[in-house]
Nanobody
Framework: QVQLVESGGGLAQAGGSLRLSCAVS????????MGWFRQAPGKERTFVARIGWSASYTYYADSVKGRFTISRDNAKNTVYLQMNSLKPDDTAVYYCAAKIPPGDYDYWGRGTQVTVSS
């Protein structure tokens, strides 16, 4: 069973930065594709970014492209989301997710709250 634990959320001002971390256990981390999703109050959960086995494969939602960076450290079994130039619209609960290709994202963390004040 894959377990994911997010950390690093909190309060930031518009224009500021936060870095989220997601520690993974229960399976060889390098075999997993990882993603970040978010859910704003009253809205559905949406895709933010994903990274493949190799850090060379990344993909971002248009709303965060150029501001957020996803990365992974296979030695630490951790995936990161560096968030720069934060906006109030980035306020949401951020979830880390994992999938075993070619499957879907079957494993999810509990989420970490990010709040951006204007």
């Amino acid at each position: 069973q894959v377990q994911l634990v997010e950390s690093g959320g909190g309060l930031a001002q518009a224009g500021g930065s936060l870095r989220l971390s997601c520690a993974v256990s229960g399976r060889t981390f390098s075999t997993l594709h990882m993603g970040w999703f978010r859910q704003a109050p009253g809205k559905e959960r949406t895709f933010v970014a994903r990274i493949g086995w190799s850090a060379s494969y990344t993909y971002y939602a248009d709303s965060v492209k150029g501001r957020f960076t996803i990365s992974r450290d296979n030695a630490k079994n951790t995936v990161y989301l560096q968030m720069n130039s934060l906006k109030p619209d980035d306020t949401a609960v951020y979830y880390c997710a994992a999938k075993i290709p070619p499957g879907d994202y079957d494993y999810w963390g509990r989420g970490t709250q990010v709040t951006v004040s204007s």
